[in-house]
């Protein structure tokens, strides 16, 4: 059920959008264990989502940066 969901959205929005969605998903994650299981929210999983959302920057970052150099020399 969840990739039919998952295709609809890249059909209905694009491959770009649902890419941006898939980095929310360890919030939400640790946001409903919080609200639904009662999970305590430690530091440990608040350090967690700071390094998962440092990387995806590092990485969007570093690919942006690849694609205005190869967007210069063409």
């Known amino acids: 059920l969840a990739m039919q969901i998952y295709y609809h959205l890249i059909h209905t929005?694009?491959?770009?959008?649902?890419?941006?969605?898939?980095?929310?998903?360890p919030f939400n994650g640790v946001l409903w264990g919080s609200i639904l299981l009662q999970e305590p929210l430690?530091?440990?999983?608040?350090?967690?989502?700071?390094?998962?959302?440092?990387?995806?920057?590092?990485?969007?970052?570093?690919?942006e940066s690849k694609r205005k150099i190869d967007y210069a020399n063409h």
């Open 42 to 63: 430690t530091w440990q999983a608040m350090l967690a989502l700071v390094l998962i959302l440092g990387g995806v920057s590092i990485v969007n970052r570093t690919f």
């Open 13 to 25: 929005s694009g491959p770009v959008f649902a890419s941006i969605t898939a980095y929310l998903i």
